[in-house]
């Protein structure tokens, strides 16, 4: 069973960065694609940013480009999101998820962790 545990969560200035990190166990993840997304309270839950297995392909929600940067090291099953400049609104419970690039739809979930941004 997959497993996907977030770090890296915390509570941080308007303008300020933070960097995530999940890291994957509990299966062989050749061809498995990476993502985040975030919930804020009482909203539902939206796409954030995602990679692919080799890491050339990266997507990105237009409220985070050139703000985000995710990234992956294969060698330690672990996907990154570092996040720059970061706003009030970007306040939420970050979730990483993953699927195999042959799927549709995300089928594993991290736990969650919850970023603050004050302004």
């Known amino acids: 069973q997959v497993q996907l545990v977030e770090s890296g969560g915390g509570l941080v200035q308007a303008g300020g960065s933070l960097r995530l990190s999940c890291t994957a166990s509990g299966r062989t993840f050749s061809g498995y694609l990476m993502g985040w997304f975030r919930q804020a309270p009482g909203k539902e839950r939206e796409f954030v940013a995602a990679i692919t297995w080799s890491g050339g392909s990266t997507y990105y929600a237009d409220s985070v480009k050139g703000r985000f940067t995710i990234s992956r090291d294969n060698a330690k099953n672990t996907v990154n999101l570092q996040m720059s400049s970061l706003k009030p609104e970007d306040t939420a419970v970050y979730y990483c998820?993953?699927?195999?690039?042959?799927?549709?739809?995300?089928?594993?979930w991290g736990q969650g962790t919850q970023v603050t941004v004050s302004s």
């Open positions: 998820a993953g699927r195999d690039s042959w799927r549709s739809e995300y089928n594993d």
